[in-house]
């Protein structure tokens, strides 16, 4: 089945603990985004990345950052720099013929304690 | 600056209803114009989605109804059953570049 996995479901870190949430497609998508979520906040851009090798900082990177050194993997890695790191963590990805369409994981939930 | 807004935060309905969540934009360039379903735990799934030429779009009990020269869309869900219940957002992009979300609606579909 064609899908974007996201790993883990729950993830529970010590604060000043760096943090890497992981994100695989097999859709063949070209572009790939990470957004958070948080109650009545609506989802936040954190990055996107529409090729391999090259990626785009969104409007709250401030103490994330990520790699695609692959077309099916777009990792996040939550850095200790990140003041308030626990949230709902949301993978997506689109085709390159129809960008328009944006395809969702089931999301990561961290917890920093 | 929000460049989608999206009323109300929740919204009860009685089953059978009409449910109508509106949002707004400013940024003339958005040329698509999707609405997401989400269920607690999961990720959003795309629902519908209409682009700025038609005014309307309908999907079965789904329907989005689109204002240009008012820079307004809004979701209806016709005959709204319990099964319905859960948060959607509505969002804009330009050229399928960066999408921008609503804040979401929290739909309460009662029996």
């Known amino acids: 089945d064609g899908g974007i996995t996201q790993s883990p479901k729950y993830l529970f870190r010590k604060e000043g603990q760096n943090v890497t949430l992981s994100c695989e497609q097999n859709?063949?998508?070209?572009?790939m985004y990470w957004y958070r979520q948080d109650p009545g906040q609506g989802l936040r851009l954190i990055y996107y990345?529409?090729?391999?090798?090259?990626?785009q900082k969104g409007d709250i990177a401030e103490g994330y950052s990520v790699s695609r050194e692959k077309k099916e993997s777009f990792p996040l890695t939550v850095t200790s720099a990140q003041k308030n790191p626990t949230a709902f963590y949301l993978c997506a990805s689109s085709p390159r013929d129809r960008r328009t369409e944006a395809f969702f994981g089931q999301g990561t939930r961290l917890t920093v304690v | 600056q929000q460049q989608v807004k999206q009323s109300p935060q929740s919204l009860i309905v009685q089953k059978g209803g009409i449910s109508i969540i509106n949002c707004a934009y400013e940024?003339?360039?958005?040329?698509?114009f999707p609405w997401y379903q989400q269920f607690p735990g999961k990720g959003p799934a795309l629902l519908i989605a209409?682009?700025?030429?038609?005014s309307e779009k309908k999907e079965g009990r789904f329907t989005i109804s689109f204002n240009k020269s008012a820079k307004q869309f809004s979701l209806h869900i016709m005959d709204s059953q319990p099964g319905d219940s859960a948060t959607y957002f509505c969002?804009?992009?330009?050229?399928?570049?960066?999408?921008?979300f609503g804040t979401g609606t929290s739909l309460t579909v009662i029996p």
């Open positions: 209409i682009r700025p030429d038609v």
């Open positions: 990345s529409q090729i391999v090798n090259d990626f």
């Open positions: 940024n003339t360039a958005f040329d698509y």
């Open positions: 859709l063949n998508h070209d572009a």
């Open positions: 969002a804009a992009s330009k050229a399928g570049n960066q999408f921008y």
